[in-house]
Nanobody, 124 residues
Framework: DVQFVESGGGLVQPGGSLTLSCAIF????????MGWFRRAPGKEREGISC????????FYGDSVRGRFTISIDKNKNAVYLQMNNLKPEDTGDYYC?????????????????WGQGTQVNVSS
C-alpha cells in the first residue's frame, strides 16, 4: 500500500522555523509530483507547495512564497518543507500527498491518499 507519513510539526514562536518531513512508502513510480497541503482551524484545505520528483518544477502559493522551501530526496523517499518566518496564520495541520500536476505556476488536485498529518502551532 502507498502511505505518506508526515512529521516535524510542533509549537513555534512567530518568526521561528520548522522543517516538516514526509516519508513515502510503497510508491513505485519514478515520476510523480508531491504536494504539501494545510488545513487551518475553521478554514478550507489549502494547497501550499508542490514539487516534481526530478526537481524540475516547484510551486508555492502566495501565502508561503518566499518563506517556505520544498525539496525532495528520492534516495530517501522523502519530501521536506522548510518553513521560515512563521506566522500565526501558518497554524494548522499539514499533509503531504501526491498531486496530479505540478508546474512552476500551478498545483493540481491531490490524490485521495491522505496521511495523519502533522500539526503546526505558531504562537507566542
Amino acid at each position: 500500500d502507498v502511505q505518506f507519513v508526515e512529521s516535524g510539526g510542533g509549537l513555534v514562536q512567530p518568526g521561528g522555523s520548522l522543517t516538516l518531513s514526509c516519508a513515502i512508502f510503497g510508491l513505485t513510480s519514478d515520476h510523480y509530483a508531491m504536494g504539501w497541503f494545510r488545513r487551518a482551524p475553521g478554514k478550507e484545505r489549502e494547497g501550499i507547495s508542490c514539487i516534481f520528483s526530478d526537481n524540475s518544477n516547484e510551486f508555492y502559493g502566495d501565502s508561503v512564497r518566499g518563506r517556505f522551501t520544498i525539496s525532495i530526496d528520492k534516495n530517501k523517499n522523502a519530501v521536506y518543507l522548510q518553513m521560515n518566518n512563521l506566522k500565526p496564520e501558518d497554524t494548522g495541520d499539514y499533509y503531504c500527498v501526491p498531486v496530479r500536476i505540478c508546474t512552476g505556476h500551478s498545483m493540481g488536485a491531490p490524490y485521495d491518499l491522505w496521511g495523519q498529518g502533522t500539526q503546526v502551532n505558531v504562537s507566542s
